[in-house]
């Protein structure tokens, strides 16, 4: 869980809702012990297809990241396929590694250059409008996680 918390702001949350919806399950008294350690099981091997079903398909860790946070919206993957998300994952992830500096995150002006890149990048690729505005929130998000990881690196 701890990898993931560091590289995938999408995955972590859809993993941490499961585990606590698996724990409260187990407080509240509605399944038993052996229930949770199931539930535990099948958590741990979501996590280890998602790390997996990036490497099968030929992106890093951050593309995959990126892929998540744009396919987060069931209307993006609907619209744009999987292909076309995969090539803006690339590229976004290409482009945030160029502009990103050590503290973008805290200035005002490269975080809204950041901003411009990816609203750019999203209307090349005719992302839907609608949830483009969240879908850009998401990306800044799923950015800072990895400066922060990046700066860790260093």
Known sequence: M??????????????????????NKYNKRSIETSKVIEELIELAKEMDDAY???????????????YDALASH?????????????????ELTQSIKENMSIDWNLRDSARAKMRVM??????????PPEISKQAVETVIEQAELM????VMEL
């Open 147 to 150: 400066s922060e990881q990046l």
């Open 118 to 127: 990816v609203k750019r990048l999203l209307k090349k690729y005719g992302y």
């Open 2 to 23: 701890k990898n993931v918390q560091r590289s995938n702001l999408i995955k972590v949350r859809e993993f941490s809702e499961m585990l606590a919806n698996s724990l």
């Open 74 to 90: 069931d209307t993006a993957e609907q619209v744009l396929g999987d292909c076309t998300l995969k090539i803006i994952a690339h």
């Open 52 to 66: 997996k079903r990036g490497v099968d398909n030929g992106m890093v860790m951050e593309e995959v990241a990126f």
